[in-house]
């Protein structure tokens, strides 16, 4: 799914009655995910309107559906080999979610978690109006024991921060104005991150707010990069190591985040060398030492990369900023 907005990928009403199971079924195992699908009523009677779209690492699936139960099968589950979460909100009417054991019954507004490595249940006997919403499970980064304590989890009324989260997902179901952008895509990381605070705040787990802040792998690789700035070693090749991930699985998470590898450290270094330029501090330490401090071996390099994004040499830079200090002034 590469769209920002979601759109119509099936409504059953265009097709002859004969072909709507097979079309809704190979639509969701193709694009959404690999379920058993019972539409409960004769093939004239089956109504589905399906939209996809994304939102960066998420991915959003819109359903208006006469009644229907989805099941995951254990044969299914084992058969995936990247499994996600689920997350699904009820817009109308009622539903059931049945995994590990728990039925959590869904009112509008109300949502819940499912695990695709595992078996479960999604029963819409009265029709189906719900958004899901698919989460990568490393960027939840809640940990496989207490995320089976989590699914099949009614998550909305009586709980604050679930009511925020519920409040805001709706809304962001129903907006359909909603450009194509490079905000649109940084809209993923709050959202997770909202519904990570619903799960915590649900189970009262003060473990699981500490895993939730600091347990995702984007989290680490990013605190990693900052952390190892300085570092003239840091390289694509370095971090997956520190990770345990390949290199090209390292490119797929930061693509997620909207971070080029290269240009993130570049940019990053440089700014961190126009604060060192600025403080009086530093001003015994060559322009070329303090370059070296942030990783550039070359002046020369240094020196055109940071006119190239600042309008002046690092020298110049300097200048500027200590004849305009008064004394005693530390400089942003």
């Not at 193709?30 to 939209?51: A, F, K, Y």
């Not at 989460?135 to 921060?161: C, M, Q």
């Not at 090749?237 to 985040?257: C, D, K």
């Not at 370059?291 to 600042?310: E, I, L, M, V």
């Amino acid at each position: 799914m590469t769209s920002q907005q979601l759109a119509t990928a099936i409504s059953t009403a265009e097709l002859p009655p004969r072909h709507r199971a097979e079309a809704v079924r190979a639509l969701v195992w193709e694009s959404v995910i690999q379920v058993e699908i019972d539409h409960h009523l004769p093939p004239e009677r089956i109504g589905v309107n399906l939209r996809l779209g994304s939102l960066g690492s998420l991915d959003v699936c819109s359903v208006r559906a006469t009644s229907t139960t989805v099941r995951r099968t254990e044969r299914l589950a084992r058969r995936d080999d990247d499994p996600a979460i689920f997350l699904g909100l009820q817009m109308s009417g009622t539903s059931l979610v049945v995994q590990d054991g728990r039925e959590a019954l869904l009112r509008p507004g109300d949502f819940a978690i499912y695990d695709t490595a595992s078996a479960y249940s999604l029963l819409f006997l009265d029709g189906m109006d719900a958004v899901f919403f698919r989460i990568p499970r490393t960027t939840l980064g809640i940990s496989a024991r207490r995320l089976r304590d989590a699914t099949a989890v009614t998550l909305g009324s009586g709980n604050a921060v679930a009511e925020v989260t519920s409040a805001y997902l709706t809304r962001l179901a129903v907006t359909e104005a909603l450009p194509y952008s490079r905000h649109l895509v940084l809209m993923a990381e709050p959202t997770i991150d909202l519904i990570r605070a619903s799960v915590a705040a649900r189970l009262d787990d003060r473990d699981l707010f500490g895993e939730a802040a600091t347990g995702t792998l984007p989290y680490q690789i990013m605190s990693y990069l900052r952390a190892n700035l300085a570092d003239r070693e840091l390289t694509p090749a370095a971090v997956a190591a520190a990770h345990h991930i390949s290199v090209r699985y390292l490119y797929q998470i930061l693509g997620r985040q909207g971070v080029r590898f290269g240009e993130w450290v570049r940019h990053n270094r440089l700014e961190e060398a126009r604060k060192d330029l600025a403080n009086p501090a530093y001003r015994s330490l060559t322009i070329s030492a303090i370059g070296r401090r942030w990783g550039f071996t070359d002046s020369t390099h240094f020196s055109k990369a940071f006119k190239q994004d600042y309008g002046m040499s690092p020298r110049d830079w300097r200048a500027h900023h200590h004849e305009s200090l008064q004394p005693g002034e530390v400089p942003r």
